[in-house]
């Protein structure tokens, strides 16, 4: 029963385009989630969050939107540069604190 | 601040042994989280614990995997009696008490042949 699905194994983006990365949840109680970069042979890295009362939090280039009647979210990346080349994990919670429940990742590779 | 530590990086096992992993977490962090990633697959969630308390364990397999966190020391995921399915990265998080940003280490490879 996979609780969070990114759908798009990889994706491929210019430099200086626009990446976007999308994350589907079917467990409603889900009440944070949370974005992470991996590159092969590190763990994860976090890097953006967003809390089911907002539908929106921005970080730099980075900025996670959050659907809940869709039960959708998405993270984008604007400007997209070379090193953002990596493994994005989207990661959910319903209870702060507890156990992350992952997609099964999108790779991003960013072309000069 | 040194950042979670886990020990070793890579471990080598043949089928049958005990494979033993290590996780220091964040200076400050009373929680750690372990999670498994097989090959060309997502994290998947084991245990959580905290201080001398295993506070979910509803993603440990039935049998010859078990989890500890004791009061002084590294937490330790211990896997019984090894077999070829358990080769995969394991991957150690910790946190802050009531902090949702779970800071991960560079994993444990662990093969068994």
């Known amino acids: 029963d996979q609780q969070v699905k990114q759908n798009s194994p990889s994706l491929s983006v210019q430099e200086g385009r626009i990446s976007i990365l999308n994350c589907d949840y079917t467990n409603s109680m889900f009440d944070y989630f949370l974005w992470y970069k991996k590159y092969p042979a590190e763990g994860p890295t976090f890097l953006i969050s967003?809390?089911?009362?907002?539908d929106k939090n921005e970080d730099g280039r980075f900025t996670v939107f959050l659907n809940k009647s869709a039960k959708h979210l998405s993270l984008h990346i604007v400007p997209s540069q070379p090193g953002d080349s990596a493994v994005y994990f989207c990661?959910?919670?319903?209870?702060?604190?507890?156990?992350?429940?992952f997609g099964q990742g999108t790779e991003l590779s960013v072309k000069p | 601040n040194a950042g979670v530590m886990q020990n070793p990086r890579h471990l080598v096992r043949r089928r049958g042994q005990e494979a033993r992993l290590r996780c220091s977490p964040m200076k400050g962090h009373s929680h750690v989280y372990w999670y498994r990633q097989l090959p060309e697959e997502g994290l998947k969630f084991m245990v959580y614990l905290q201080k001398e308390n295993i506070i979910d364990e509803s993603g440990m397999p039935k049998e010859r995997f078990s989890a500890e966190f004791p009061k002084e020391g590294p937490s330790i995921l211990r896997i019984q009696q090894v077999v070829r399915g358990d080769s995969a990265a394991y991957f150690c998080a910790s946190s802050p008490l009531g902090n949702t940003e779970a800071f991960f280490g560079q994993g444990t490879r662990l093969t068994v042949v």
């Open positions: 990661a959910a919670l319903y209870n702060q604190g507890g156990k992350l429940i």
């Open positions: 967003i809390s089911s009362i907002k």
